[in-house]
């Protein structure tokens, strides 16, 4: 299995990315029912959860980005989404996807730079 995220980018405060993640692999039938998840490290922290979907759609998000950011998904493409909009630059962190048990190996992430 392989992550790939893309996206990301330089933004000033108030702007908007969107990030996209694509798996790829033998996971057709494995891919629909995972948790899929949004993940951030900035440099010198350790990497959080920062949105979840499940297969069915529902969806949770840490508190700093209720309101702003939006995790989709399209399972016949393997693919999540995050729309992030309105975003600061405590926002800025290297952006990794992966399932809700981490098991599948991470990719390179998408770096967000925000800047003020």
């Known amino acids: 299995v392989q992550l790939q995220a893309s996206g990301g980018g330089l933004v000033q405060v108030g702007g908007s990315l969107r990030l996209s993640c694509v798996a790829s692999g033998s996971i057709f039938s494995v891919f629909s029912p995972k948790v899929m998840g949004w993940y951030r490290q900035a440099p010198g922290e350790q990497r959080a959860l920062v949105a979840q979907?499940?297969?069915?759609?529902?969806?949770y998000y840490i508190n700093s980005v209720k309101g702003r950011f939006t995790i989709s998904r399209d399972n016949s493409r393997k693919r999540v989404y995050l729309q992030m909009n309105s975003l600061e630059p405590e926002d800025s962190a290297i952006y990794y996807c992966n399932e809700d048990q981490l098991s599948w190996p991470w990719g390179q992430g998408t770096l967000v730079t925000v800047s003020s």
């Open positions: 979907i499940t297969s069915g759609g529902s969806t």
